[in-house]
């Protein structure tokens, strides 16, 4: 089981990203997938989540109107749109799926069984 994030980059404020969470060895439609951040000194948090098997989906506050969770089950692939990007969505973003289907849990980091490894986020002018 492995999952691969990308995607990441160096933007300016107001610009846009679209990170990747691509699975193998099993397959995402099934399973609760989350992009959870996390910036120098503070906690890992859930910006969006997305229960497959319903699907319903979940966005932090700070990522409402902004940012887009979506699945390909054809590319077995977990897209997060970001546009008008900010300073503070500078972090260290992460993919993580977890065979529950309960979206009130999918924004627990403790809820996950796989992670895959960070893709750096920078909104600097």
């Known amino acids: 089981v492995q999952l691969q994030a990308s995607g990441g980059g160096e933007v300016q404020p107001g610009g846009s990203l679209r990170l990747s969470c691509a699975a193998s060895?099993?397959?995402?439609?099934?399973?609760?997938i989350g992009w959870f951040r996390q910036a120098p000194g503070k906690e890992r948090e859930a910006i969006s989540c997305?229960?497959?098997?319903?699907?319903?989906?979940y966005y932090a506050d700070s990522a409402k109107g902004r940012f887009t969770i979506s699945s390909d089950n054809a590319d077995n692939t977990v897209y997060l749109q970001m546009s008008s990007l900010k300073p503070e969505d500078t972090a260290v973003y992460y993919c993580?799926?977890?065979?529950?289907?309960?979206?009130?849990?999918?924004?627990?980091?403790?809820?996950?069984?796989?992670w895959g490894q960070g893709t750096q986020v920078t909104v600097s002018s």
């Open positions: 993580a799926a977890t065979p529950s289907g309960i979206l009130s849990t999918l924004r627990i980091p403790s809820s996950y069984e796989h």
């Open positions: 060895a099993f397959s995402l439609d099934h399973y609760g």
């Open positions: 997305i229960a497959n098997s319903n699907p319903t989906t």
